[in-house]
């Protein structure tokens, strides 16, 4: 039996969707999920949606749904970089801290194994590791790509980034496709597992060393992503190491981990508690900062949207601030103001409006931003630098702190510092318009045109869209139209006509 898009019964399974198993379809979707509930709802749609919500967790029902629902698409070594990150910055820590026992690591949304067999063959690969240095477990909820990843077998497309002497060392030609070496294979298991479900066996406490989930959670509702996270959070072995795929960051879902970045790529690590000691491991790359964590703003429930619209929240905050009894012209610092002045480079004005903020306010994230970016532009470079560092000790995730650390490097001469910082800035807020920029007109300084072009087209889109508190904040004065005629005359200088 069809249905239409626009009924209720297709809205009721979007709800169900999102709660059993995750999935996030918006409005664009709801032609795809209508056909998907006429297949599986039959004549009694009503009846198999009520099934559907009271279903047990791990239900035959969620399982069959989730071949139709999900994207399944990868490859092996996908994302290069992360894979080399993990053969030789997270293993040999965590390897450490098991004092010799396997690793074990967790690929969670594992799809056909390509994942944890190329995380099993770079183990085996790595300089000073070897078979028995891994233990991977690999879940996913589409009982179909179990079934394929069980089997072993790959087209010549799923090894397209593998080179020829590892295909040989790791595979065997079988007809059409690919079939992949025995030991590797069985030092992998796959279970159907869901992840948006609790599961006291699959996340018991300090269970993985490295867990993979890579481009599953962008799939999620920002509800079932965060409580994920929290998930994989409490099943980690302290000093652990997340990888998510590289378009993915945990900005908004969770503050319990160090930002890492190596190998041109970035991951997390798990923050130790303050009841757990040390790891024996140190020899993780450096995280921004080793200060001890406080909470981003823990009681406020938008606080995913605070740190996400940094530059908004002084709007908020502004006309939070309460006037005190007695003098209220002293007592209600205008920070709409304090930002007015920012842009007409009044800075010492705008720093003497922060600094009449009673200390709960100048204590705000987005306030001691607001702070950074007066001082680096009135010059007073290692104070700023200060504030950012603190900022980064409280959330690493903050990309307004990234940018502004970046800026002061750029003006202290130091162009590679600069560069990391502003790269963090965009991984972490990839609309970050200005971070953009700067990255495309330090790359072309150093000559790296190509990557130079790239950003700076890319610098031009975002900026005609960059939120406009945003441009007041970072945009060092200028206004949009000065921005994009800097941009266009940066592409120009590249030869590219924008
Ligand atoms: C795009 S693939 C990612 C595969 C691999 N991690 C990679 O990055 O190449 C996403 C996988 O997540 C799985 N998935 C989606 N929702 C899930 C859930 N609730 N529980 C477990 N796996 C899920 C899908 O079945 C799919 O195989």
């Not at 040989?168 to 069985?186: C, K």
């Not at 590289?246 to 997390?268: I, K, P, Q, V």
């Not at 709007?315 to 939070?320: G, M, Q, R």
């Not at 903020?357 to 950074?372: E, H, N, S």
């Amino acid at each position: 039996m069809n249905i239409e898009p626009s009924s209720p019964l297709v809205a009721q399974f979007r709800d169900l969707i999102a709660d059993r198993l995750g999935l996030q379809f918006d409005e664009t979707k709801l032609g795809n999920l209508a056909r998907v509930l006429s297949r599986h709802g039959g004549k009694d749609m009503p009846a198999y949606l009520a099934m559907l919500a009271a279903e047990p967790e791990r239900s035959e029902v969620l399982h069959r749904l989730a071949v139709d629902l999900t994207v399944t698409e990868t490859y092996f070594y996908r994302n290069f970089e992360q894979i080399q990150a993990f053969a030789e910055v997270a293993m040999p820590a965590c390897l450490l801290a098991r004092g010799g026992l396997p690793v074990r690591v967790l690929s969670a949304g594992c799809a056909s194994g390509e994942e944890p067999y190329t995380l099993a063959i770079a183990a085996r690969e790595a300089a000073g590791l070897g078979p028995g240095s891994v233990w991977i477990r690999a879940i996913d909820a589409n009982p179909a790509m179990l079934a394929k990843a069980g089997s072993a077998r790959y087209s010549a497309w799923s090894l397209r980034e593998v080179n020829p002497a590892m295909r040989e060392r790791w595979f065997a030609r079988d007809g059409e496709l690919y079939a992949l070496n025995d030991g590797v294979r069985r030092s992998v298991r796959f279970e159907q597992r869901n992840l948006a479900q609790e599961d006291a066996e699959l996340w018991a406490p300090d269970s993985y060393d490295i867990v993979f989930c890579r481009n599953v959670l962008m799939y999620f509702s920002p509800e079932q992503a965060q409580a994920a996270v929290a998930r994989i959070v409490g099943a980690m072995a302290p000093g652990g190491y997340l990888f998510l795929g590289h378009a993915e960051t945990l900005r908004g879902l969770s503050n319990d981990f160090h930002l890492c970045h190596t190998h041109a790529t970035f991951y997390y690590r798990r923050k130790l508690q303050a009841d757990e000691p040390a790891p024996a491991m140190q020899a993780g790359p450096p995280a921004w900062t080793e200060e001890p964590f406080r909470p981003l703003l823990p009681n406020d429930p938008a606080w995913v949207d605070a740190i996400a619209r940094a530059a908004q929240r002084i709007d908020t905050l502004a006309v939070k601030v309460p006037q005190a009894a007695g003098d209220p012209a002293e007592a209600q610092p205008d920070l709409h103001h304090a930002l007015s002045c920012l842009h007409k480079e009044q800075f010492e004005q705008s720093l003497a409006l922060i600094e009449k903020l009673p200390q709960q306010y100048a204590d705000d994230p987005d306030v001691l931003l607001l702070k950074a970016v007066s001082l680096s532009q009135s010059g007073a470079l290692s104070a700023a630098g200060h504030i950012c560092h603190a900022l980064l000790a409280r959330d690493e995730l903050n990309a307004g702190a990234h940018y502004v650390l970046a800026l002061c490097h750029e003006e202290d001469g130091d162009n590679s510092a600069a560069l990391a910082h502003y790269r963090s800035a965009v991984y972490l807020d990839s609309s970050f318009a200005l971070a953009r920029l700067h990255i495309g007109v330090l790359e072309r300084r150093m000559a790296e045109l190509e990557a130079a072009r790239r950003d700076l087209a890319q610098a031009l889109i975002l900026l005609q869209h960059e939120e406009p508190s945003r441009l007041l904040l970072f945009g060092g004065g200028f206004p949009r139209s000065a921005l994009i005629d800097l941009c266009r005359a940066e592409l120009a200088a590249l030869g590219v006509s924008p």
